[in-house]
């Protein structure tokens, strides 16, 4: 694929997808990106360099039928990222699985109606891979979650059908376009936005004094730039298919608190009791019914258990190379800080 051509990228205004729009015009490629609101509201989009001249905005929702249309037109390939990444909703079927579900395949039906469409690449997430890791297994491609459900870590659960959906799709219609998912681990990184994300709002919580210790938790992560990248690469790679985990390295809570502290942040309010062991996780599991409801299922299907995944397809395959996640951390720290996230102390 050479640049010119355009490339639709879907939920254009959000944190991943602002950093895959940025890599793509550095890229010379045509970006149309879908947004909810005017141009006007982007401006971390709009002044991108090359943007002027590459960028086009267009507004589109998930739930509103036929309105991708108009933004694939003349594209080569389609990213689909718009989905909401949020944990805590009132409503699992309204605010999360719907539009993660129906909008994959409003999408999907969109670029079937776009002869121009050769690949559609879905940002998809370990979410659909498991949500009660096995501690003694290393997670693979082959593996999906099978346990979320509406009431079960729900955003788990609307991520996997959707991705499951989207299989499904391509096995009974047969578009005259390929598919490929990219299934990244906890995204983070500056952001070039001001909203936070959900990831780093988890970093923030943990300097912030949310949780009363460490508690026996790991979390697979991956630079922003990196999950970017991997989704440029499996459009650039005319092999590419299936799915790819796109995750750099597992890190405990312990590991995350220490690797904090050590970088001079020991003036935020970072969890100091370890409560990792037994004893600890049997009491965090108590104080799990305290959270808001997903955050205490997300705990309690959690804690204990430890998460390995594999990261060699998209390393084989893809020639994806990965930043070390500690490095990213810190960075989203500083931007967080920047976007007044967490207070400046000094
Ligand atoms: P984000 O910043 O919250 O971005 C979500 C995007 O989806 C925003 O552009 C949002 O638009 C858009 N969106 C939500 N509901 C929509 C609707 N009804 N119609 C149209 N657009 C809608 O989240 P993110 O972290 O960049 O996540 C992007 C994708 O990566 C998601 O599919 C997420 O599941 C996946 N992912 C993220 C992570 C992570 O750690 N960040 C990890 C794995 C997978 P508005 O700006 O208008 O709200």
Same mark, same amino acid.
């Given at each position: 694929m050479t640049p010119e051509q355009t490339v639709c990228v879907t939920g254009a205004s959000g944190y991943l997808a602002s950093h895959i729009v940025k890599q793509l015009l550095e890229k010379e490629y045509r970006v149309s990106g879908t947004v909810r609101r005017a141009p006007s509201a982007y401006p971390w989009l709009t002044s991108l360099p090359e943007a002027d001249n590459r960028l086009e905005l267009v507004i589109a929702d998930l739930l509103n039928e036929g309105s991708f249309n108009g933004a694939m037109q003349g594209c080569s390939t389609v990213m689909h990222t718009a989905s909401p990444y949020v944990i805590n909703v009132k409503n699992p079927e309204k605010d999360l699985l719907d539009p993660a579900l129906k909008g994959t395949l409003e999408v999907l039906t969109a670029a079937m109606k776009t002869p121009s469409v050769k690949r559609v690449i879905l940002t998809s997430s370990v979410a659909a891979i498991t949500?009660?890791?096995?501690?003694?297994?290393?997670?693979? $491609?082959?593996?999906?979650?099978?346990? @979320?459900?509406?009431?079960? #870590? =729900?955003?788990?659960?609307?991520?996997?059908?959707?991705?499951?959906?989207?299989?499904?799709?391509? $096995?009974?219609?047969?578009?005259?376009? @390929?598919?490929?998912?990219? #299934? =990244?681990?906890?995204?983070?990184?500056?952001?070039?936005?001001?909203?936070?994300?959900?990831?780093?709002?988890?970093?923030?919580?943990i300097m912030s004094g949310v949780y009363p210790g460490i508690m026996d938790l790991n979390w697979g992560f991956v630079d922003a730039g990196d999950a970017a990248e991997a989704h440029i690469l499996a459009m650039e790679t005319p092999e590419a298919s299936g799915r790819y985990i796109c995750s750099a390295k597992e890190l405990h809570m312990r590991d995350l608190v220490a690797l904090l502290r050590s970088s001079g942040l020991n003036r935020y309010q970072l969890p100091k009791l370890d409560l990792s062991g037994p004893a600890g996780t049997a009491l965090m599991k108590v104080l799990s019914w305290t959270q808001p409801r997903n955050t205490g299922t997300f705990i309690r299907t959690h804690i204990g258990h430890s998460v390995h995944y594999s990261n060699t397809r998209i390393q084989q395959e893809l020639g994806l190379t990965f930043k070390p996640v500690e490095e990213s951390i810190i960075e989203a720290v500083e931007d967080l800080i920047r976007h007044l996230h967490l207070p400046e102390k000094r």
């Open positions: 949500d009660e890791p096995d501690s003694s297994k290393i997670l693979t $491609e082959e593996d999906w979650n099978t346990r @979320s459900s509406l009431k079960r #870590n =729900p955003y788990h659960y609307a991520k996997t059908m959707a991705e499951r959906a989207a299989w499904e799709f391509m $096995e009974k219609n047969r578009p005259g376009f @390929s598919l490929v998912c990219i #299934n =990244p681990s906890m995204v983070t990184g500056p952001s070039l936005g001001p909203a936070l994300n959900t990831t780093n709002g988890m970093i923030r919580d």
